[in-house]
């Protein structure tokens, strides 16, 4: 709605919508990104007849007036709880696929289409919404690639990848145990602040992939530790995160022992995920999420002009 | 101040101050229980100046006109956070020792006693406060016991108990990640209610005893289960407790395995770690925490009385 946005025409546009946050991209009809927007109008909190007020806010001045302009949202916009459910796809299958749900809207500018998410029985009941839009992503920026993909995050995910499809994934509650942890449980009072500490993340990785099954021990000596022995909020911090990522790392060993990784995330998470991985002798590629998002994005929408 | 309660003459008052609840005892001088009360002003909201108003209101009326009543406090009243400091003791020691620390108190008919917590460094740096008394006061109930005495709790405690000391022990945060995980995090949206199913936590403990360092990524598998297989609220309950509490056993199998184990704790929860525990082939004899805290207070009491 800026005079700058006005001049852009989008030939669509694309949304990664999740619990927090809902991020935007102009694309124009040669693919180049003409204009990005972020708003922390996430799912979280939101009610369905909130989405598309919140999407207009974000994206009106890029919409020509006399036109229609595709929207493709992923993420958790298409969970039970949000804009209008979008059914998962059973693994294995490619990571996108249709059919694309359509979200109801009521400016005849917009016609938007939330990508599904995937959905496993066995081994275990699991679920993803907006990382297979990464994996595609990834996929799409490494053609051919057979191996893990390792998303980092509140949920984070390692999935099976072979033949463009995704095989096999298992979620980890690795990211929300740590932000639980960090501010609403007891160990809050050593936690200070924003503080780092490589050395005391590096020995609790190694120690909690030697004794795993000791986590809630561990957790506590957090406290102990700062009790008695003047921890500091730092090196608390270093030694929470690591001890939650180590208990994933060990869990997850049959995902990245001998396989080759793709690490797909954020810089300071992903950064840390593969400084964990390196003395396991695993050195993942890198692809930032954001990235991996557009690129599957971009998919899904060659996707819905396809076979229609 | 009700009528009966001023007609309460107590030689000495036991109060257990936790963060989240004070229960206070007025004793006679035989040591029988002439009255009890319940007070919801724990620790956990009460500034230092509030503690001594905060016992009044609950046991003025106990207080003889022209007397000095002793008040013996266990419990995190004695925290840094807390009425007064109260210092650890380190163990190896018996559960209940001198120094105990005088809180302040305006009110001359009060003379307030805290009980020291214990502390340990080696091998893993750990706290108690409260539990020291319970475990003082199932000595006193059993004589003689040597074992391991389990107390189940927001952090539950395993202390290894030998010729009347405390040789070791290790806090474990699982009711705490329980409170958080079924309150706060993704999977309250599948925990509502206050049901419960046996075989589901029955399931769970041996699951989590069987691969305790997947905890993370079977946590999540409660959020795919109730979106993809319909995982009912009780049943997602009682297996988020079993696997958190099946975790903590696979963590503490030295703690219990071949041991004469003294569970002292309140009635459900202590109720579901004997359960866990009788597949495992210990049956631990048990003790309400309550009756516990209130013979080791007796315990406290004496020692005030005797080396001063």
Known sequence: MTPAADRIAADWIAADWGTSNLRAWAISDAGAVLAQADSDRGMGRLTPADYEPALLELIGGWLAPACTTPVLVCGMAGARQGWTEAA?????????????TAAPTADPRLVVSIVPGLSQVRPSADVMRGEETQIAGALARHPGFDGVVCLPGTHSKWAEVS?????????????ELFDLLATQSVLRHGLAGDGWNDDAFDGAVAEAMARPEALAARLFTLRAEGLLAGLSPDRARARLSGLLIGAELAAARPWWLGRDVLLVGAGPLAALYARALAPLGVTPRTLPAEGAALAG????????????
């Open 88 to 100: 998962y796809r059973p693994v294995p299958c490619p990571p996108l696929g249709l059919p694309l």
């Open 163 to 175: 033949a463009g499809e995704v095989v096999s994934f298992r979620s980890f509650m690795t990211g």
């Open 297 to 308: 994005l971009a998919q899904a929408r060659a996707l819905s002009k396809g076979p229609r």
